[in-house]
C-alpha cells in the first residue's frame, strides 16, 4: 500500500538549516506529485512546496529562496532542503501524495490523499 515516511527534523538555531526527507513506498515517484506542508500550533496546515515530473517545483513566498525541493526517483524519495532558518518555521512537517501527476492545486490539502505522519521542526535559540 502506499506509504509515506518523513525524518530529519529536529531543532536547529536560526539561520540554520535542515534537509528533510520522505520516503515513499507503494508508487513510483514521479508519476504523481508531491507535495510539503507544515503546520504550527492553532495554525492551519499550509503549503510549504511541491515536486512533479511535469511541472517542476513551486514554493510558498516565504520559502522562496531558502528552501529546495528536490526528488531521488532512484530511492524514491523526495527532499526538503531548508535553509536561513527562522523560528517562524517551527512546525510540524508532513509529505503528501497528489491526486495528480501534475502540480495542480499542488498548495491545497484537499488536493492530497495520502500523508506522511509528520515530523517536527524546531528553530530556536
Known amino acids: 500500500q502506499v506509504q509515506l515516511v518523513e525524518s530529519g527534523g529536529g531543532l536547529v538555531q536560526p539561520g540554520g538549516s535542515l534537509r528533510l526527507s520522505c520516503a515513499a513506498s507503494?508508487?513510483?515517484?514521479?508519476?504523481?506529485?508531491i507535495g510539503w506542508f507544515r503546520q504550527a500550533p492553532g495554525k492551519e496546515r499550509e503549503g510549504v512546496s511541491c515536486?512533479?515530473?511535469?511541472?517542476?517545483?513551486t514554493y510558498a513566498d516565504s520559502v522562496k529562496g531558502r528552501f529546495t525541493v528536490s526528488s531521488d526517483n532512484a530511492n524514491n524519495t523526495v527532499y526538503l532542503q531548508m535553509n536561513s532558518l527562522k523560528p517562524e518555521d517551527t512546525a510540524v512537517y508532513y509529505c503528501?501524495?497528489?491526486?495528480?501527476?501534475?502540480?495542480?492545486?499542488?498548495?491545497?490539502?484537499?488536493?492530497?490523499?495520502?500523508w506522511g505522519q509528520g515530523t517536527q521542526v524546531t528553530v530556536s535559540s
Open positions: 507503494g508508487f513510483t515517484l514521479n508519476t504523481y506529485a
Open positions: 503528501a501524495r497528489s491526486r495528480y501527476r501534475n502540480s495542480r492545486l499542488c498548495t491545497r490539502t484537499g488536493t492530497y490523499n495520502y
Open positions: 515536486i512533479s515530473s511535469s511541472d517542476g517545483t
